[in-house]
């Protein structure tokens, strides 16, 4: 089984310039989520969707940031423009809701390496 | 507000040592607790679940424990070797179900010395 993709895996860009990230889930897995990881700390959440829904955007910086979710399954996490405190690793992640012990355990992608210059 | 904590935030010990990281919470209504791991420039990979019901988990030479009264967990690491050197995340998730969110501390960085 595919795990989480994610692409591109490093990203250089200029401050003020537009930067996309996407994101493949684990196929069925309804839930999905956006962190961003500065250097030397844990993730943080930016935001969650619950099939094509965002349910928790209340971390995203809206005035730059955006992200969707068509059809429930893939992902895109928009910066416009893009400054320097933006660099860091941005991370997608999905869960499933089934039962049993293992569900609701997060997968991650690789990750996105963002470095605004 | 859930603040999560991990102590040692870095640890250097020789190759073969058992080693404990610390992991503690402010909020003890959690739903499960999940350590990951992080090499450099990569992403998380998921060690161990443990759901609030439970008290640990096994997997090889890795065991979990979780005590919520407490707002702990622990990650107990056997006979380390030099592969496990990594950075070591712990995260509970709030909500049940499928609400909420996860958590993370700031991470354990682990080097195990041949």
């Known amino acids: 089984e595919a795990g989480v993709v994610q692409s591109p895996r490093y990203k250089i860009i200029e401050k003020k310039q537009p930067v996309a990230f996407w994101c493949n889930p684990i196929?069925?897995?309804?839930?999905l989520y956006w962190y961003r990881q500065n250097l030397g700390q844990g993730p943080e959440l930016l935001i969650r969707y619950e099939n094509e829904e965002a349910v928790d955007d209340s971390q995203l910086p809206k005035d730059r940031f955006s992200a969707e979710r068509l059809k429930g399954v893939d992902s895109t996490l928009k910066i416009q423009p893009a400054e320097l405190g933006d660099s860091a690793v941005y991370l997608c992640?999905?869960?499933?809701?089934?039962?049993?012990?293992?569900?609701?355990?997060?997968?991650f992608g690789s990750g996105t390496r963002l470095t605004v210059v | 507000k859930q603040e999560v904590t991990q102590i040692p935030a870095a640890l250097s010990v020789p190759e073969g040592e058992n080693l404990v990281l610390n992991c503690s919470f402010t909020?003890?209504?959690?739903?499960?607790l999940q350590w990951f791991r992080q090499d450099p420039g990569k992403g998380l990979t998921s060690l161990l679940l443990?759901?609030?019901?439970?008290r640990e988990q096994t997997s090889g030479r890795l065991n979990a424990s979780l005590d919520k009264s407490s707002g702990r967990s622990t990650l107990y690491i056997a006979a380390s070797q030099p592969g496990d050197s990594a950075t070591y995340l712990c995260a509970v998730r709030t909500g049940s179900g499928n609400t909420g969110k996860l958590i993370f501390g700031q991470g354990t960085t682990l080097q195990v010395k041949p």
């Open positions: 196929s069925g897995h309804n839930t």
């Open positions: 909020d003890s209504a959690i739903y499960n």
């Open positions: 443990i759901q609030s019901s439970q």
């Open positions: 992640a999905s869960s499933s809701s089934g039962q049993g012990p293992a569900n609701y355990g997060y997968t």
